[in-house]
């Protein structure tokens, strides 16, 4: 997991309510640096984000909701391929 990734696990785990300690656990990092991250993380760093698709970082505007797919095209392949696997395993 790369620094971008885990500052942003530290924060979704804060907002659940999680305290300091159970972050650190949970993520095997010291107690010091869950509070760290918890601190210097900017709204900006929460806006970042990656394909569904492709894996591409991908940037979103603040104030919108958060972009899932880089493209149409990534969108069109995630969807079409998760259809194609619902109708083959008939699950609905």
Do not use: P
């Not at 010091?32 to 970042?48: H, N, Q, W």
């Not at 569904?52 to 392949?77: E, H, P, T």
């Not at 995630?78 to 008939?90: D, L, S, T, Y």
Request: charged share 35%.
């Amino acid at each position: 997991m790369n620094n971008d990734d885990l500052k942003i696990k530290v924060n979704e785990l804060r907002n659940e309510g999680y305290g300091y300690k159970k972050i650190a656990t949970k993520l095997s990092i010291t107690v010091s640096a869950a509070r760290y991250m918890c601190i210097k993380t900017t709204d900006e760093d929460l806006l970042v984000n990656n394909c569904k698709n492709c894996g591409l970082k991908i940037k979103s505007v603040k104030g919108k909701k958060k972009k899932r797919f880089c493209s149409d095209v990534c969108r069109y392949q995630w969807w079409n391929h998760k259809n194609r696997e619902e109708k083959h395993h008939g699950t609905h």
